[in-house]
């Protein structure tokens, strides 16, 4: 995609006119949600939050090419993962609160790990590149049952330098496991420069060593990212193993709400990168296509914040999960030995 | 070797047994017990599957799969590429797909690449996703010294295993048990630490019922009765207790021996009958002692029963250095340095 939204014919992919506005809604939501969840973060409303702002077009893009039956193994940055392949976004609204209702975790974890069987979004941990196995162990027994299965298992630039990462990519490449690494590179791991985190000239080539493709996709173009892993995807699909796809973006936030990025990086180098704002871009590409107009561009923008404010309604005044959820699901059943502390934790 | 003294099936009804059909007992080793607990469980559930090192073509460097690969299949009894961390990773996925993966690491000192998919991902994953997730998987671990392996074929490190909330922990010590418990692993909903004494691998026969059976997870037993001091144990220092028991009832010190079987979750309640009724405990291990998993039995059972007892509580252990490996059998409790424990609390 061109910056005025221009698109060449031969590379645009074949989608609905709604999908392209369900895609761009997603993008707005997405948006909308972390400028909201920085501010109540820093009103003390919610404890912590994850900045995913410039992500959207590699995230949202990547996840739509899966069906509602493959599975997903995000990582903390990928609140928009979970909203595409069917998270509520009350049921997000609701892992951010840790309260009572909080379905991918019980407020157990910290708050930026939404999981829900239902979805098949797989609940991972805050340890980064840990979740790159499961995906492809889950994907190695969709091939053991010989059901036409996919997994996407999504990460950070700074994961590829895990040894984690490096055994997950030479299992895969081994089974010829029907997986799909999406590397979203934004360029930082908290505050170290990708230049420090590895002497290779990019990621989509560590794929090579590994008997298996790598592409690299420009991650700021939704169309591109979706193209690449639906092509990725139709392959696993026919048995033909896994790919990796780097997506390169950038993120506009810090880390975390608890990161300050000007420590680290300049100005210069965040206008340049807002210039290339995924949503500007594709906003353009939907107006030239005459999908959008700025009437409806701002009714969608007033229906999401109607959307979020709603679910940020329900999901605050709801109570902390009950004393005895910090007791049950650490086994099938409760030993004796939790029992204990549980009664005297819940006594009088 | 067990005595008609052993609990679990007397030799009154392993008599009973053989006369009802015959052909259903068979006297085995350890090693031979853990393959026949998987070929059973592998021939009735097809979900069962088997990966780790050289376990295919192999049959693992201690033969525990030999023929297995040839029965079910190099897809369900995997050769895996060599790396822990992958290992228990991709077993984590499969499982949460349905399969129920049985893990062997090839030696408990190689099993920490994996540490964290075991400490960080398996433990926590049914609590972290409030229970939508819970995988089954078992890993296997060949554990002890007394081979001649050295440092890194010989720890006995369960107590990290037992330091982590949502893993149950089991090691038997004869091939009974072995099978038994095996069994019951592999039906668990829980996660299992399966840890095998390979000094007793081949050491100690024993007839076993060639028919499905299981020992409940959580059930110590009391071997031998004895009155004036109870010795706990698990794994491989139970044999060395054995002797033990035979040293001192010479002496007339009458020794009660319970194999302590399960670690996580573990039956205090046995072991609080035997030290009322005997007032003394000595608890032998292989581990180091400091930190070792006898001190937190000690602890439970002087928080619990102070009032019983009549002397100090004794640990035995394995020094707190490294292991050696030219003065290995140094290293390990022997009969004799049990034996001082005993007398020492028996004339206490």
């Given at each position: 995609m061109k910056s005025d939204g221009e698109y060449d014919p031969k590379l645009e992919p074949s989608l609905s006119h709604d999908d392209l506005l369900k895609l761009y809604r997603f993008m707005v939501l997405v948006r909308r949600l972390n400028e909201r969840l920085l501010s109540l973060q820093r009103q003390g409303r919610i404890g912590f939050c994850v900045d995913s702002s410039g992500h959207e077009a590699c995230q949202i893009g990547s996840t739509f090419a899966l069906t509602q039956e493959d599975w997903l193994f995000p990582y903390y940055r990928d609140a928009a993962m979970c909203l595409v392949k069917g998270l509520p976004l009350k049921s997000l609204m609701d892992h951010i609160y840790s309260?009572?209702?909080?379905?991918?975790?019980v407020g157990r974890q910290l708050n930026v790990h939404w999981s829900s069987r239902e979805n098949n979004i797989v609940s991972s941990s805050?340890?980064?590149?840990?979740?790159l196995a499961h995906a492809v162990g889950a994907a190695y027994a969709m091939k053991y049952k010989n059901e036409k299965l996919v997994c996407l298992t999504s990460f950070g630039d700074g994961s590829t330098s895990q040894g984690e990462f490096h055994e997950a990519m030479n299992f895969a490449g081994v089974w010829k496991a029907p997986v799909i690494f999406l590397c979203e590179n934004n360029q930082y791991a908290i505050s170290l420069p990708e230049r420090y985190q590895t002497a290779s000239k990019n990621i989509a080539i560590k794929a090579e060593a590994y008997g298996f493709d790598g592409v690299q996709v420009e991650g700021n173009d939704i169309l591109a990212v979706y193209k690449a892993t639906k092509t990725a995807v139709d392959k696993a699909r026919a048995g033909g193993g896994p790919t990796l796809i780097e997506a390169v973006t950038y993120r506009h936030g810090g880390h975390s709400s608890s990161d300050d990025p000007t420590r680290y990086r300049s100005k210069e180098e965040l206008d340049y990168w807002k210039n290339r704002d995924p949503i500007r871009l594709f906003k353009k590409y939907l107006t030239k296509k005459g999908l959008i107009s700025e009437q409806e561009d701002l009714k969608i923008a007033e229906s999401v914040d109607n959307e979020l404010m709603s679910a940020i309604r329900a999901s605050e005044k709801t109570p902390k999960p009950a004393l005895k959820t910090l007791f049950?699901?650490?086994?099938?059943e409760m030993p004796w030995h939790i029992k204990e502390e549980l009664d005297e934790a819940t006594r009088g | 070797m067990f005595t008609q003294k052993c609990r679990g099936i007397s030799r009154k009804n392993l008599t009973k047994l053989q006369e009802d059909s015959p052909e259903t007992l068979a006297l085995i080793t350890m090693v031979q017990a853990v393959n026949a607990a998987l070929r059973q469980e592998m021939r009735g559930n097809e979900n069962v599957v088997a990966i780790g090192e050289d376990i295919g073509r192999e049959g693992g460097v201690f033969r525990a799969t030999a023929g297995l690969q040839n029965e079910f299949g190099p897809q369900r009894v995997i050769d895996s590429p060599l790396g822990e961390d992958a290992i228990i990773g991709t077993a984590i996925g499969m499982s949460l797909y349905g399969l129920i993966p049985v893990v062997e690491?090839?030696?408990?000192?190689?099993?920490y690449p994996g540490f964290s998919q075991i400490i960080n991902e398996l433990a926590k994953f049914r609590y972290r996703s409030g229970g939508q997730y819970a995988p089954r998987v078992v890993v296997r671990m060949p554990y002890g010294g007394g081979i001649k392996g050295g440092l890194y074929h010989s720890q006995s490190t369960e107590a990290f295993f037992t330091h982590t909330p949502g893993l149950v922990v089991v090691s038997p010590s004869r091939p009974y048990d072995t099978k038994g418990l095996l069994l019951s692993a592999m039906r668990s909903s829980d996660p299992v630490i399966f840890l095998e004494p390979k000094r007793i691998y081949r050491t100690v026969k024993e007839e076993v019922p060639e028919h499905d059976y299981t020992i409940p997870i959580g059930k110590a037993d009391t071997l031998l009765q004895g009155d004036d001091v109870t010795l706990l144990s698990w794994g491989a220092m139970v044999q060395t207790c054995k002797e033990t028991v035979s040293l001192a009832s010479k002496e007339g010190i009458s020794v009660e021996l319970v194999d302590l079987r399960s670690l996580l979750p573990f039956d205090i309640e046995t072991i609080l009958s035997s030290v009322r009724k005997t007032g003394r405990l000595v608890i032998a291990h292989e581990a180091p002692k400091i930190g070792g998993f006898g001190g937190e039995i000690a602890a439970q059972v002087s928080e619990r029963a102070i009032d019983s007892l009549k002397a100090p509580i004794v640990r035995v252990g394995g020094y707190d250095t490294p292991f050696p490996y030219s003065l290995e059998n140094s290293y390990l409790p022997s009969p004799q340095r049990v034996l001082d424990s005993v007398r020492k609390l028996a004339s206490y």
């Open positions: 309260n009572a209702e909080d379905s991918s975790s805050s340890c980064v590149a840990g979740h049950t699901d650490v086994y099938s | 690491i090839q030696f408990m000192d190689f099993v």
